[in-house]
Nanobody, 127 residues
C-alpha cells in the first residue's frame, strides 16, 4: 500500500482545511487508515483513524467535534475535514495505514502500529 497526503496549507484561526490521503495498491481498501500529526520535538499524535469499512472511527480528544474522518474506497481516498482550526493544530500531518488492523487493538494510537506512511502535508494556522 502506498499513501500520498495532500491538502495542507496556511489558514487563519477559525478556518477549515480538508486533507486527502490517496492510497494505491490492490489491498488498500482493507487497511485501517489513521491521520497523525507531529510538531518538532514531539512524538507523532494520532488525530483520527477509520476502519476499512468506514463504520468505526476514532478521534483524539483535542479534535473531537472539529475534525471528521471519512473514506471512499471506490476512490481509494481517506479525507480529514478540519474545522474551527486553531494555532495549536499547526503541524505536519501524515496519513498511515495497516492492513488487517483494528481500532480495538491496544496500540492502535501508536505510530509503530502502522506500517504504511505517506510523506506528510504541512498545516499552518495563523492567529
Amino acid at each position: 500500500v502506498q499513501l500520498q497526503a495532500s491538502g495542507g496549507g496556511l489558514v487563519q484561526a477559525g478556518g477549515s482545511l480538508r486533507l486527502s490521503c490517496a492510497a494505491s495498491g490492490r489491498t488498500s481498501s482493507s487497511a485501517v487508515v489513521g491521520w497523525f500529526r507531529q510538531v518538532p520535538g514531539k512524538e507523532r499524535e494520532l488525530v483520527a483513524a477509520i476502519t476499512s469499512s468506514g463504520v468505526r472511527k476514532s478521534y483524539a480528544d483535542s479534535v473531537k467535534g472539529r475534525f471528521s474522518i471519512s473514506r471512499d474506497n471506490a476512490k481509494n481516498t481517506v479525507l480529514l475535514q478540519m474545522n474551527s482550526l486553531s494555532p495549536e493544530d499547526t503541524a505536519g500531518y501524515y496519513c498511515a495505514g495497516r492492513r488487517g488492523a483494528s481500532l480495538r487493538h491496544p496500540i492502535y494510537k501508536d505510530a509503530e502500529y502502522y506500517n504504511y506512511w505517506g510523506q506528510g502535508t504541512l498545516v499552518t494556522v495563523s492567529s
